[in-house]
């Protein structure tokens, strides 16, 4: 089994930065694109940022330039440092990694629960 497990949400002003960890941790042969996600009240979950395992990233339009995304393959973990954040960013942010468990197996989809984001005006 693969478990992601996000940290480093909370409360912010506007302005502020929070920087969101997630581990990945099981059963883990090798991991392809990480991500994050986010899902604001009443609204669909929309991808953030992911970067794939040679370093590669796209973000969201309203990312761009504010956020970065970061992978630590040796630690099975994915960041995300937001600055300069917004109201708008208020969310609760997903990690999600392409993991495959053996070198026979497929890569498989796997969802944290999810970190929330509060940014206060």
């Known amino acids: 089994q693969v478990r992601l497990v996000e940290s480093g949400g909370g409360l912010v002003q506007a302005g502020g930065s929070l920087r969101l960890s997630c581990a990945a941790s099981?059963?883990?042969?090798?991991?392809?694109?990480m991500g994050w996600y986010r899902q604001a009240s009443g609204k669909q979950r929309e991808l953030v940022a992911r970067?794939?395992?040679?370093?590669?990233?796209n973000y969201t339009e309203s990312a761009k330039g504010r956020f970065t995304i970061s992978r630590d393959n040796a630690k099975n973990t994915v960041y995300l440092q937001m600055n300069s954040l917004k109201p708008e960013d208020t969310a609760v942010y997903y990690c999600?990694?392409?993991?495959?468990?053996?070198?026979?197996?497929?890569?498989?989809?796997?969802w944290g629960k999810g970190t929330l984001v509060t940014v206060s005006s």
């Open positions: 999600n990694a392409l993991i495959r468990s053996s070198w026979w197996g497929n890569f498989m989809d796997y």
């Open positions: 099981g059963s883990i042969y090798s991991m392809n694109v």
């Open positions: 970067i794939v395992s040679g370093g590669s990233t």
